[in-house]
């Protein structure tokens, strides 16, 4: 590799790093590891071709072009976070894995599978992981710690939501939003 591409290749790590909060090669490496695909796989759920997956984790390219793509990362994401906290089995996984690639994108708050009690309301689980997605969606998680920072001298309770919901696991914000449910 020559020095113009590899300044293209930093350059498009850098901004992957701005957009989704990091490069997307350690993102979907970790997707992988954790959800125990191949790129293959991981491209078919997330409606990739293999070779534009390897193009953006190597860095020639930088954006992800269909929001429905984007929206896929963030589900598999969460999915990923359940599936290493012990909510979802590997089996669940698998099957959720189908809904994701199935799904069209559209509105953050659009489920592939509403999860709901028995009154038939969202579960906590479902409405955390909405908002989550919803601050995901607005800013990178990278860009959200930095809000929070900036909020915490004067409004630090906010700053906790920003950094808990905006970066933090599922089960971290299921646990806030149930403590401050009264």
């Known amino acids: 590799m020559d020095a113009t591409q590899q300044e293209s290749t930093a ?3 850098e901004l992957q790093r701005s957009w989704y909060g990091e490069p997307l090669g350690g993102l979907f490496r970790r997707l992988i590891d954790d959800l125990g695909l191949n790129q293959a796989r991981l491209a078919a ?3 990739l071709s293999a070779p534009m997956l390897s193009q953006l ?4 390219r930088a954006k992800i072009g269909n929001p429905a793509v984007v929206q896929r990362v963030q589900a598999l994401q969460d999915l990923a976070g359940q599936v290493a906290d012990g909510s979802v089995s590997a089996g669940e996984a698998t099957d959720r894995m189908e809904e994701i690639k199935k799904s069209q994108g559209g509105s953050v708050l659009t489920a592939t599978s509403q999860t709901t009690n028995s009154s038939g309301a969202p579960t906590v689980r479902r409405v ?7 601050l995901r969606s607005v800013a990178a998680a990278g860009d959200i710690i930095d809000a929070a920072e ?3 001298p004067t409004q630090p309770e906010l700053a906790e939501f920003l950094r808990v919901y905006g970066a933090g696991r599922t089960a971290e914000a299921v646990a806030h939003y149930e403590a401050h449910q009264s």
């Open 45 to 47: 759920v997330l409606g």
């Open 128 to 134: 955390v992981r909405e908002i989550q997605s919803l």
């Open 150 to 152: 900036s909020l915490a």
């Open 57 to 60: 984790m190597s860095g020639q």
């Open 11 to 13: 350059r498009a790590r």
